[in-house]
């Protein structure tokens, strides 16, 4: 059974950081990786989708990186913002799925004017 | 991508009672999901909807208590039945376009149950 874990639970830095926020999963063989945002009490926001092959993904100031072979994602963000503040989730296919998603718990994220 | 609504957006229902969520599409999709999300929690998978079929359920989640309908391509309800206070969460619903894997959520309906 696919389990995905996150660390830190949570984080706080102060505005113009750089920081990384990771994602471990239990079951290697994953089709793709999945970072969303969630801000309080909305919906999720899809932020980069890895897919298998590749290694990594950016957009803007996000760089998600993949290392199937160790379970390992790992997502940069550059310079950060009080608009960051929200939590980030990963999510993976449910094993032997590749759509049926499975979700980590989530780093909460708090960026200081 | 792709834009999805749902209704309502929360509600407030009292114990014994059902509500039925709608989630729209604003094009059609093959693969469209239920998730809940607890208070605290991260989400949990409840079912696929499947169109014109029943409901691919996940283990813990049953039919006589989550049963979904899935019209068309763009629409899908989701029912919670015979609510109790641990009912009490974000239902989400999503979809895949199925071009690239990457799934799209909705804006969620917050439930509380009293």
């Known amino acids: 059974k696919q389990e995905v874990t996150q660390i830190p639970a949570a984080l706080s830095v102060p505005e113009g950081e750089n920081l990384v926020l990771n994602c471990s999963f239990t079951?290697?063989?994953?089709?793709?990786l999945q970072w969303f945002r969630q801000d309080p009490g909305k919906g999720l926001t899809s932020l980069l989708l890895?897919?298998?092959?590749?290694r990594e993904q950016t957009s803007g100031r996000l760089n998600a990186s993949l290392d199937k072979s160790s379970g390992r994602s790992t997502l940069y963000i550059a310079a950060s913002q009080p608009g960051d503040s929200a939590t980030y989730l990963c999510?993976?296919?449910?094993?032997?799925?590749?759509?049926?998603?499975?979700f980590g718990s989530g780093t909460q994220l708090t960026v200081l004017p | 991508s792709a834009v999805i609504s749902q209704k309502p957006s929360r509600d407030i229902c009292q114990r014994g009672t059902s509500l039925t969520i709608q989630c729209q599409v604003d094009?059609?999709?093959?693969?469209m999901f239920w998730y809940r999300q607890q208070p605290g929690q991260s989400l949990t998978l409840i079912a696929t909807?499947?169109?014109?079929?029943?409901?691919?359920?996940e283990s813990g989640f049953v039919i006589d208590k989550f049963p979904i309908s899935r019209p068309n391509l763009t629409f899908s309800t989701l029912t919670v039945s015979n609510m109790s206070p641990e009912d009490s969460s974000i239902y989400l619903c999503?979809?895949?376009?199925?071009?690239?894997?990457?799934?799209?959520f909705g804006p969620g309906t917050r439930l509380t149950v009293t």
């Open positions: 999503s979809v895949d376009p199925g071009v690239s894997y990457e799934q799209y």
């Open positions: 909807a499947n169109q014109g079929s029943e409901a691919t359920y």
């Open positions: 079951d290697s063989a994953i089709y793709n």
């Open positions: 999510a993976v296919p449910v094993s032997g799925s590749a759509r049926q998603l499975t």
């Open positions: 094009s059609q999709v093959t693969m």
């Open positions: 890895i897919q298998s092959s590749q």
